[in-house]
Structure formats: C-alpha cells, structure tokens
C-alpha cells in the first residue's frame, strides 16, 4: 500500500501555504546548484548542464501533475495551449508570483503568455547581459519547448521580446506565443529523458484524490488567471505537494545526470551534489519554517524535518517520525540516488543547516541503526551553546530575491479565449 503522506498532517489552510512555498522551493534549486557548475566548469558549460537538467525532468512531472489532477488529454499528447498553461501553475519552474506569468488564449491551439514580473531575472540582471542572454535565450528556447513538448509534440513557444530589456527598465519582462500546429516538427526528446523516465521517481505511484472531501478534487475546469490553491481540496493538496517534491527530486536527477559526463571523478560529482543540497536544504527550512510558524525547540525542528522536500514524498524516501526522533531507512530514492542518498552518520550537513534556520543554536546527532539489509539511520535533535555561523552554500542561494520573496492575495479569475 502506498504510504500516508506526511503532508496529509497538516491543515487545508497549511497545504496551500506549503505548495507555494515548494513551487519556489523547487526553482531555488536552481540558485544553488548553477553557482557552484559555474565555478567548476565556466558559465557556458553551466548553460548546458541547465538546459539537460530541466529538459531531462519536465516532460515527466508535466504529464504527472496533468494525470494527478484530471486535465491531461483523452489522447496522449494531443493536449491544448489551456493544458499548457496550466501545467506551468504548477511547475516548480514557474513557481506563482515570483515568476508572475500572465496567460492569454486565443484558441485551443494558440495562446500567449508575458511576465509581470520574472524573479529569475531580478537575480541574473545584476550579473550582466551574458548571463541574462544564457538564461533568456539560450536556455529558455530549449527548456520552455521541452515543457511544452509533455501536451503535445508540435507545440512551440516562441519569443515576442524577451530580455535584455530594452529600455532597461521595459515591462513586461518578456512576452512568448505558444502555439501548436500540425505543419511544425516533431520535437525531438533529449537523451537523458529516457533515462530519467526509467527512474523509481518517474513511475512512483502516490495516493488518489479522495473526490468526496470538500474542494476542488481536480482541475478539469477552466483555466484561471492565478491558481487559487486554497480552493483545493485537503487530499488534493496533499497530492500536489507530493507531487511538488518529485518534481525536486526529478529535476535533481537530471542535474546529476548532466553533471556525469562533465566531472573528472566521482569526488566532483559528489562535492558539487552535495554543495547544491544544502544550499537549498537551508532556504527551504527557512522559508518552511515561516510559513508554519514553527517553534524554534527540537519538536519544531523534527516536524521541520518531516516536512522537507528532501525527506518526501513519504512514497519515495522512508522516514518513521517519533516523539523526539527520526528514523530513515532504505527507500526507492536511495535507488534513485536522490538527495536522502547522500546524506546519513558520515555526512549530515543538510539536515543541520534546516534545523539552524529555525534557531542557530540547534544541531542534529546521527547515527546507523540495524543491519545492512534492514537499517538505515536515526536524527536527534541538540542544542548548543554557540549558534552556527550560516553555511556558505545557503549564502549563495540566499542571493537570490526568491529566497525572502513574499507571496501576496490574488484574486483567481477565469481566462476565457480572446
């Protein structure tokens, strides 16, 4: 039977806040692992590893969400441009308002979409115009059509205008036409989507949405200018947040897969892994924290802990929470080589910096239990005299605006074709 989600503890109210939290929990990712390919391989060998690492993992947990939440196609990619945008509402790589995409539809078949407001560019513009080309052009054109490629193979996302911005200060940030049409090429899937594709994450059964609870069960009705998450019901939520943190450990796959064929040893790979994991552990700890007001004593730190993305979904990595502990044990993300993989006894930096943004002064003991069969590992939480200086990896993720990035009320209006 598939395990209960460990989300499913929260309230309706707490899910909704929880998922946009995830949604950009997801996209810092990103922010933390480019930095450190960056300083290992140059800029333009970053750009490539980016474009594989998202085209590698989009299509999958595109086609994912739209099965989860009854709106993908009758015939298998044979979707519309609704589809299309409704699955980037729920992309961890347009995560809401931080990456304020609006939508137009003219049709079934054509449609447009501008960005208010693009989080993504408020990090890269202080950097100057080559890393604002690397990330508009050069890895937008791919990945953008890879994303859309999981509706329908001849669909195509093509720039009106798109940064650098001209005037300087020039809004929208950008403004795309998606369109899809017979006479158009069949796109061509990149290598490592297959591999992807055969991974435990790819396939993970999660638990169906109860249809009886209050709320939405699904988002088979129209489009909506802003996803209104609190419109969805209990195990709707528990759903998407599950499916939120597959999309993380997905995309991480084909961050390590890109990285394999780029790094001179096994020590390389691991160091740059590991880099990206606590960058991110730590942001997200901080920002999951503050959204569940969660006291800062070791209860806090625990159901932090059960909360995080790299420990979920419940389905993928194994965790028994106790009173005043953790157990892990041997999962299908340890086949996976997901982020849980790496950690344990001999390194537990990630799970020490997310219970740090809580209280600086809190630390984790870890410790193998059992046998090589059966075991796995148990986390304590302490307190210390001294706080802990912030780690470097978390600082260079807390560069970008994502990081404090406050989500705002928004009305959820139907988008009817224009």
Not at 289 to 309: F, I, M, N
Not at 314 to 338: C, H, I, K, M, N
Not at 355 to 372: K, N, T
């Amino acid at each position: 039977m598939t395990p209960v989600s460990r989300y499913a503890e929260l309230t309706r109210e707490e899910l909704a806040e929880v998922v946009r939290e995830l949604l950009l929990i997801g996209q810092l990712i990103d922010r933390s692992g480019m930095a450190w390919c960056i300083s290992a391989f140059g800029r333009e060998e970053m750009l490539r590893i980016a474009i594989v690492e998202w085209a590698a993992a989009s299509p999958i947990y595109t086609r994912r969400m739209q099965t989860a939440l009854g709106y993908a196609s009758a015939v298998p990619g044979q979707g519309d441009v609704p589809t299309i945008f409704k699955g980037l509402q729920l992309d961890i790589g347009a995560p809401p308002q931080f990456m304020d995409f609006r939508y137009t539809v003219h049709d079934a078949r054509h449609g447009e979409f501008h960005l208010d407001h693009c989080g993504a560019l408020m990090d890269v513009e202080p950097m100057g115009e080559e890393y604002v080309r690397g990330m508009c052009h050069d890895i937008e054109d791919p990945t953008f059509d890879a994303t859309a490629i999981a509706t329908h193979p001849r669909a195509q996302v093509r720039p009106v205008h798109r940064p650098p911005r001209t005037p300087a200060d020039r809004t929208p940030h950008c403004r795309w036409t998606v369109t899809i049409d017979d006479a158009h090429p069949e796109a061509v899937a990149i290598p490592e989507l297959a591999v992807n594709e055969r991974s435990r994450a790819a396939g993970l059964e999660l638990a169906p949405i109860d249809p009886s609870e209050d709320g939405a069960a699904d988002y088979a009705g129209p489009l909506v200018s802003d996803l209104d998450l609190a419109g969805f019901s209990h195990s709707a939520l528990v759903r998407i947040a599950d499916e939120v943190c597959l999309q993380m450990a997905l995309l991480d796959r084909g961050f390590t897969l890109a990285l394999e064929s780029r790094v001179t040893s096994p020590e390389q790979l691991l160091e740059i892994r590991r880099k990206q994991l606590v960058g991110v552990a730590g942001i997200a700890g901080a920002r999951l924290a503050r959204a569940l007001s969660l006291p800062p004593d070791t209860k806090g730190a625990l159901r932090l802990l059960a909360l995080h993305p790299m420990l979920n979904p419940a389905a993928y990595v194994s965790v028994e929470v106790e009173a005043d502990a953790l157990t892990v044990r041997p999962s299908a993300a340890d086949e996976d080589g997901a982020w849980v993989s790496l950690i344990g006894p001999e390194w537990s930096v990630p799970l020490r910096v997310a219970v740090q943004a809580l209280d600086p002064h809190l630390d984790v003991e870890v410790r193998s239990i059992g046998d090589a069969v059966d075991g796995g590992w148990r986390v304590e939480i302490v307190r210390r005299t001294e706080p802990a200086p912030e780690a470097d990896e978390v600082a260079v993720v807390r560069f970008s605006t994502g990081a404090d990035f406050a989500f705002e009320p928004r009305r959820s209006l139907p988008i009817t074709p224009v």
